[in-house]
């Protein structure tokens, strides 16, 4: 394994390499120096200064060998540098790229320089480094490594989490998963009460929101790993918020996903501006780089929403719940009434759910929960309940209806896929 660092041959970039260099000792991997002359350069003047950066590449090399110990490969290429280091990185397979953030006094915090443009084009993870002294105390096993996670239900955040889980292999850390979310677009997710104001956070808001982000950051958690929640109700940009509980966490580390944005769709990248505002160290992670091998985290089925009308389909839905759902998860069982249901037919729909639990489950293995809930919008019910609850899958019974009966009747299990982002199973009846 072999992870790069991108080098100016300046004194910012120097520091930026021994902290790279530090890293790569402590992973057990070698170093590829990599610095990239402008085709202009070349041609204009030439051998000389080939050969002068050749050898300017060749001293800080060694320099780099005598203080980390480990393999350091210099490579000197000429184009543009993201494209150049793009290409480096699909031919010899890197693992990743270390690269000096843009000094202080760089004209818009270097918005679309040459590490922007790295961020962009490369499909590995890309670490700027900024003080990368809390990083090089954490490679000499000084210090535990406190890193701040940017945490929501995406495929960017889980490919972030799926590097900082890789990243615990190597020594002790401290995680923050910090949450940045609108209150308002969050109750509307999970049926609860909408607030007055983006901070008006109700309790139970924030306790579902926690216990959300604590299951999502539950594969991070380790002997020598400790995890935590940090919730932020946001409004503007999701970038800002988490940079300023970054700083007031006093992290070293920054990490969070990025889509690869292009053009006006940067302005609400929350990579792009990380690397940009924070003052600690960031690593953006694409989505593919856990795609290609990094070793993905399996996902864990440990709760499981079943829902029943009580007929025939949805019944048999609830046996499947319990048959997925491993020793010690939980069951919801969920059954919807109309809006205006009276007192008595909410207490009898309870009385048919709790029938409907398997007899072997009542000294099982399985905690089970039930929910009677109403409303006429009966998969909008379901889907809230899902969210609410932080299962990771539900079992819906279709009647398997075709044709003009799937029209005038609809279809609430397809409702409910169509609208909820989270795994579902549906059971059929066996043919007549």
Same mark, same amino acid.
């Given at each position: 394994?072999?992870? #790069?660092?991108?080098?100016?041959?300046?004194?910012?970039?120097?520091?930026?390499?021994?902290?790279?260099?530090?890293?790569?000792?402590?992973?057990?991997?070698?170093?590829?120096?990599?610095? @990239?002359?402008?085709?202009?350069?070349?041609?204009?003047?030439?051998?000389?200064?080939?050969?002068?950066?050749?050898?300017? *590449?060749?001293?800080?090399?060694?320099?780099?060998?005598?203080?980390?110990?480990?393999?350091?490969?210099?490579?000197?290429?000429?184009?543009?540098?993201?494209?150049?280091?793009?290409?480096?990185?699909?031919?010899?397979?890197?693992?990743?790229?270390?690269?000096?953030?843009?000094?202080?006094?760089?004209? =818009?915090?270097?918005?679309?320089?040459? @590490?922007?443009?790295?961020?962009?084009?490369?499909?590995?993870?890309?670490?700027?480094?900024?003080?990368?002294?809390?990083?090089?105390?954490?490679?000499?096993?000084?210090?535990?490594?406190?890193?701040?996670?940017?945490?929501?239900?995406?495929?960017?955040?889980?490919?972030?989490?799926?590097?900082?889980?890789? *990243?615990?292999?190597?020594?002790?850390?401290?995680?923050?998963?910090?949450?940045?979310?609108?209150?308002?677009?969050?109750?509307?997710?999970?049926?609860?009460?909408?607030?007055?104001?983006?901070?008006?956070?109700?309790?139970?808001?924030?306790?579902?929101?926690?216990?959300?982000?604590? %299951?999502?950051?539950?594969?991070?958690?380790?002997?020598?790993?400790? @995890?935590?929640?940090?919730?932020?109700?946001?409004?503007?940009? &999701?970038?800002?918020?988490?940079?300023?509980?970054?700083?007031?966490?006093?992290?070293?580390?920054?990490?969070?996903?990025?889509?690869?944005?292009?053009?006006? $769709?940067?302005?609400?990248?929350?990579?792009?501006? #990380?690397?940009?505002?924070?003052?600690?160290?960031?690593?953006?992670?694409?989505?593919?780089?856990?795609?290609?091998?990094?070793?993905?985290?399996?996902?864990?089925?440990?709760?499981?929403? $079943?829902?029943? /009308? =009580?007929?025939?389909?949805?019944?048999?839905? &609830?046996?499947?719940?319990?048959?997925? +759902?491993?020793?010690?998860? %939980?069951?919801?069982?969920?059954?919807?009434?109309?809006?205006?249901? +009276?007192?008595?037919?909410?207490?009898?729909?309870?009385?048919?759910?709790?029938?409907?639990?398997?007899?072997?489950?009542?000294?099982?293995?399985?905690?089970?929960?039930?929910?009677?809930?109403?409303?006429?919008?009966?998969?909008?019910?379901? %889907?809230?309940?899902?969210?609410?609850?932080?299962?990771?899958?539900?079992?819906?019974?279709?009647?398997?209806?075709?044709?003009?009966?799937?029209?005038?009747?609809?279809?609430?299990?397809?409702?409910?896929? $169509?609208?909820? /982002?989270?795994?579902?199973?549906?059971?059929?009846?066996?043919?007549?």
């Amino acid at each position: 394994m072999t992870i #790069a660092c991108a080098t100016l041959l300046t004194d910012t970039s120097r520091r930026a390499s021994e902290t790279a260099v530090l890293l790569a000792r402590r992973m057990g991997v070698s170093l590829c120096l990599v610095h @990239v002359l402008p085709a202009n350069a070349v041609r204009t003047l030439g051998q000389p200064i080939w050969e002068a950066t050749q050898a300017a *590449l060749l001293e800080e090399g060694r320099r780099l060998e005598a203080l980390g110990g480990v393999a350091v490969d210099r490579v000197l290429l000429t184009g543009e540098p993201e494209k150049a280091l793009a290409e480096l990185v699909v031919q010899r397979g890197l693992q990743g790229v270390v690269v000096a953030a843009p000094r202080k006094d760089t004209p =818009f915090l270097g918005l679309g320089g040459t @590490v922007d443009r790295m961020a962009q084009a490369l499909e590995v993870p890309l670490l700027v480094v900024r003080d990368g002294s809390a990083l090089e105390a954490w490679a000499r096993c000084e210090r535990p490594l406190k890193v701040m996670l940017g945490v929501d239900r995406s495929r960017p955040s889980e490919a972030a989490r799926d590097w900082v889980k890789e *990243l615990e292999r190597f020594g002790p850390m401290e995680v923050v998963g910090g949450r940045v979310f609108w209150a308002s677009e969050e109750a509307e997710r999970l049926g609860l009460v909408h607030p007055h104001s983006y901070k008006d956070v109700s309790d139970e808001l924030r306790e579902a929101l926690t216990r959300e982000v604590s %299951t999502l950051l539950e594969p991070l958690r380790g002997e020598d790993v400790t @995890v935590r929640v940090r919730l932020e109700p946001g409004l503007g940009r &999701i970038a800002d918020h988490l940079v300023a509980m970054a700083t007031d966490e006093q992290v070293d580390l920054l990490v969070v996903g990025t889509h690869h944005r292009k053009a006006l $769709a940067r302005l609400w990248s929350v990579s792009h501006h #990380a690397r940009r505002l924070a003052p600690m160290s960031v690593v953006s992670v694409p989505v593919p780089a856990t795609e290609q091998g990094m070793g993905e985290e399996p996902p864990r089925v440990r709760t499981v929403l $079943a829902t029943t /009308d =009580f007929l025939a389909a949805g019944d048999r839905a &609830i046996a499947y719940a319990f048959a997925l +759902t491993p020793p010690g998860g %939980t069951v919801h069982l969920l059954h919807v009434e109309p809006a205006r249901a +009276t007192p008595e037919q909410l207490q009898e729909a309870r009385h048919q759910l709790e029938k409907r639990v398997p007899r072997s489950e009542h000294e099982g293995d399985h905690q089970v929960k039930l929910s009677v809930l109403t409303g006429d919008d009966v998969a909008g019910v379901i %889907t809230q309940a899902a969210e609410r609850y932080g299962v990771d899958l539900l079992c819906l019974g279709t009647h398997g209806r075709g044709g003009v009966g799937r029209v005038v009747l609809g279809s609430v299990a397809q409702q409910v896929m $169509a609208r909820s /982002d989270r795994p579902a199973v549906t059971v059929r009846m066996p043919r007549a």
